[in-house]
């Protein structure tokens, strides 16, 4: 009885082993392209989020795409629970002509709409997120071809030729944008580094980052009302108005410019800069609720190595040039580059804002 007892936990187990990785995109069933529009297919809808990651001033095509009869999970403040068989796509991509965008807009913002038309952009890369059998999520990206017909499996990495326009002078800088290897996916996504692969999970789909207004081919709504109508959003308020708002911190009308750093800070560092995170050792925590040297204000830096510099602080009140944050924000090589991953270029206007924030603190350091 104990051998058969054992069998049949192997067999279960194995009936929950991790499903085999699509070597193509197409397999997964929740994007379509004739090599002149990319759109989502299947149970899905087009998303942003009021609070973005920086990368390399890449456009984003973000999609969830849910298992039929799915029920979803609500959480007031973390990701929402998505069920096992729930596939998340972000495509990123540039405009072919750098000097005429189109309807969209650099920095990461989607102005709107459910297709890529592939006449005036160049897809690079899809990033997928699915969440297996075994309850854990994989991450995987796929790389797209010349013909933009096919993307295929790329689980080492890759440096693809881009151009970028500024808006502002007109200078258009060619770059090398950098495709994370399957290790870099995980660093980012494992919200709970201390268990490896099964910490990982979404960044982006909170209710309070989904929780604006988008442009559908059907017109404008609400996007936590338009995933209500491909899911039963279990403990989902019935008050619209309960629902936190992140802060859209490229927006200048949005808050204060504390309020605007802490969530810029939020989206594009705090996923490693958190207590289970990647970069828990360094002990600058960059989360909602840190205050004072948690926050890095006064704080010395351990771990940054040569990334380190010649400065003392993370944060120096009223000194965003003395304060190590900003000067890893500002560097493009070298072991000074945060975040590490997905950033070849400097976010100007992210360093703008968090100089700004710098700037307006009040007090000092010990020794400035």
């Known amino acids: 009885m104990r051998l058969i007892h054992l069998c049949l936990l192997v067999l279960a187990a194995a009936c929950r082993a991790a499903s085999p990785i699509p070597e193509q995109l197409d397999d997964y069933g929740?994007?379509?392209?004739?090599?002149?529009?990319?759109?989502?297919?299947?149970?899905?809808?087009?998303?942003?989020?009021?609070?973005?990651?920086?990368?390399?001033?890449?456009?984003?095509?973000?999609?969830?795409?849910?298992?039929?009869?799915?029920?979803?999970?609500y959480r007031s403040d973390d990701v929402l629970d998505l069920p096992v068989g729930t596939i998340i796509s972000k495509t990123f991509f540039y405009a072919k002509d750098p000097a005429n965008p189109g309807g969209w807009l650099k920095g990461n913002k989607l102005a709107g709409g459910e297709t890529i038309d592939l006449g005036k952009y160049r897809l690079?890369?899809?990033?997928?997120?699915?969440?297996?059998?075994?309850?854990?999520?994989?991450?995987?990206?796929y790389i797209w071809n010349e013909s933009q017909t096919r993307a295929s499996l790329r689980r080492i990495g890759l440096e693809v030729p881009a151009r970028l326009r500024d808006a502002d002078t007109g200078h258009v800088?060619?770059?090398?944008?950098?495709?994370?290897?399957?290790?870099?996916?995980?660093?980012?996504?494992?919200?709970?580094?201390?268990?490896?692969?099964?910490?990982?999970?979404?960044?982006?789909?909170?209710?309070?980052?989904?929780?604006?207004?988008?442009?559908?081919?059907?017109?404008?709504?609400?996007?936590?009302?338009?995933?209500?109508?491909?899911?039963?959003?279990?403990?989902?308020?019935?008050?619209?108005?309960?629902?936190?708002?992140?802060?859209?911190?490229?927006?200048?009308?949005?808050?204060?410019?504390?309020?605007?750093?802490?969530?810029?800070?939020?989206?594009?560092?705090?996923?490693c800069h958190q207590s289970l995170g990647d970069a828990r050792q360094s002990g600058l925590f960059l989360t909602p609720i840190a205050q004072g040297s948690t926050l890095g204000i006064c704080k010395q830096h351990v771990a940054a190595g040569a990334g380190g510099g010649d400065l003392t602080y993370d944060i120096v009140p009223g000194k965003p040039d003395q304060s190590l944050l900003v000067l890893r924000m500002q560097a493009t090589s070298g072991q000074a580059v945060m975040p590490r991953v997905g950033r070849s270029l400097v976010d100007a206007e992210g360093v703008a804002l968090i100089k700004e924030w710098i700037s307006a603190m009040k007090g000092s350091c010990a020794v400035d």
């Not at 290790?183 to 692969?197: D, E, F, L, P, Y």
């Open 30 to 73: 929740v994007l379509k392209t004739d090599g002149k529009t990319l759109s989502s297919v299947g149970n899905s809808m087009v998303y942003q989020l009021a609070s973005p990651l920086f990368t390399d001033y890449a456009l984003k095509f973000r999609t969830i795409t849910l298992p039929a009869g799915a029920h979803v999970g």
């Open 124 to 141: 690079v890369e899809t990033r997928i997120l699915r969440r297996d059998i075994d309850g854990n999520w994989q991450a995987n990206t």
């Open 173 to 271: 800088d060619e770059f090398h944008y950098g495709v994370p290897n399957a290790r870099q996916c995980q660093t980012c996504h494992a919200v709970n580094a201390t268990i490896g692969q099964a910490g990982i999970q979404p960044i982006g789909p909170k209710a309070r980052y989904l929780n604006i207004d988008y442009s559908y081919s059907a017109g404008r709504m609400n996007q936590l009302a338009k995933l209500a109508t491909l899911a039963t959003i279990d403990g989902l308020p019935a008050d619209p108005q309960a629902i936190r708002k992140t802060i859209a911190y490229a927006d200048p009308q949005a808050g204060t410019i504390e309020a605007r750093a802490r969530a810029y800070l939020e989206a594009n560092c705090m996923h």
